[in-house]
């Protein structure tokens, strides 16, 4: 109930919408004042989200740290809700040490992540359910999402819906640069780095389980 189109509507016009390029402000109490306002519901969505953002990181930011983040969040609420037991003990795992840029900039992967889902959120039921059961065809739906400095966001999200097809890695270049390395074990004619990564793990697979 919290995940609909009107709550995504909403905090994409605060957030998306209203950028705070103001100076001085870290970016939590930035995210407050859009937010300022806002019902419960979208506050859990705007916690839930942030969730998403640092879950990945196993670098960069201890899992202390993404809880008191997260929770921050929820608590501006007027009736705050918890982190489940089992998310909160995620929260000290991740898949990729992150660099000062995933940081800094924030603010666009979380827009991303906005414009993301309500762009998934607007899609019929019979397209998510092939976007769900085809990695392929949920990267060209993620590719056509408007975005702007959030390439690692996009690249975990890959990763998060479909772990099988997208390896945990969410740097552009570090995928180019094993793709090329191990370009032996499996060469493709593809420009799609995704798919030469994909028939590089297959193959190794085929040869060492």
């Known amino acids: 109930p919290i995940w609909t189109e009107p709550n995504l509507a909403d905090i994409h016009r605060r957030f ?7 100076q001085g402000l870290d970016f939590m109490k930035k995210f407050k004042r859009q937010l300022a306002g806002a019902p419960d519901a979208v506050y859990q969505l ?3 989200l ?7 990181v196993r670098g960069g930011i201890k899992g202390n740290r993404k809880r008191e983040l997260v929770n921050s969040v929820l608590g501006w609420a007027s009736q ?3 982190i489940p037991p ?8 991740g898949i990729a040490n992150v660099g000062v840029a995933f940081l800094t900039f924030r603010p666009f992967q979380l827009g991303f992540l906005i414009e993301a889902i309500l762009a998934w959120k607007r899609l019929s039921p019979e397209q998510r359910t092939t976007y769900l059961n085809d990695g ?5 739906f993620l590719f056509k999402v408007p975005i ?6 996009r690249e975990a999200l890959l990763h998060i819906v479909h772990p099988d097809t ?3 890695i969410v740097s552009s270049q570090n995928k180019r640069d094993f793709a090329k390395r191990f370009n032996y074990l499996a060469p493709i004619d593809s420009d799609d780095v995704d798919r030469q990564l994909y028939a590089i793990q297959q193959q190794y697979i085929q040869q060492h389980g």
């Open 86 to 93: 089992n998310l909160n003990a995620a929260l000290d795992h």
């Open 166 to 168: 997208f390896e945990p």
């Open 50 to 56: 942030l969730y998403i953002h640092v879950l990945i």
């Open 80 to 82: 705050p809700v918890s």
């Open 148 to 153: 702007s400095h959030a390439y690692a966001q």
């Open 46 to 48: 705007a916690g839930e």
């Open 16 to 22: 998306n919408q209203n950028l705070d390029n103001s």
């Open 136 to 140: 392929w065809a949920f990267k060209d």
